[in-house]
């Protein structure tokens, strides 16, 4: 079992900055595949961004790439989100998720991921 706790939302100004965290419990967090995903008020979760368990792996969203950076540090079992140059329709609530596989070729797909967070808002302004 898995717990996931996100933090570092709130409200930011269009053309500002926030970074998320994920941390995650557990002794064996190199063995999970980590991702971001994001919902909007009246739309479905999305995928935003994916990382492998070694971390040399990356995946992302279109409208996101070049603008947000996943990372991850595992000798602290944290994920991180850093989210640049955020638009007002990067408003949602954000989650981090996780999947037993330190790689995975459905890295978008909600249903391939075992265990969530509860989610962080991230408003932005216009």
């Known amino acids: 079992q898995v717990q996931l706790v996100e933090s570092g939302g709130g409200l930011v100004q269009a053309g500002g900055s926030l970074r998320l965290s994920c941390a995650a419990s557990?002794?064996?967090?190199?063995?999970?595949?980590m991702g971001w995903f994001r919902q909007a008020p009246g739309k479905e979760r999305e995928f935003v961004a994916s990382?492998?368990?070694?971390?040399?792996?990356?995946y992302y969203e279109d409208s996101v790439k070049g603008r947000f950076t996943i990372s991850r540090d595992n000798a602290k079992n944290t994920v991180y989100l850093q989210m640049n140059s955020l638009k007002p329709e990067d408003t949602a609530v954000y989650y981090c998720?996780?999947?037993?596989?330190?790689?995975?070729?459905?890295?978008?797909?909600?249903?391939?991921?075992?265990?969530w967070g509860q989610g962080t808002q991230v408003t932005v302004s216009s």
């Open positions: 557990g002794r064996t967090f190199t063995s999970y595949t």
């Open positions: 990382i492998s368990g070694s971390g040399r792996t990356t």
């Open positions: 998720a996780a999947r037993l596989a330190t790689y995975t070729p459905r890295y978008y797909d909600t249903n391939a991921y075992d265990y």
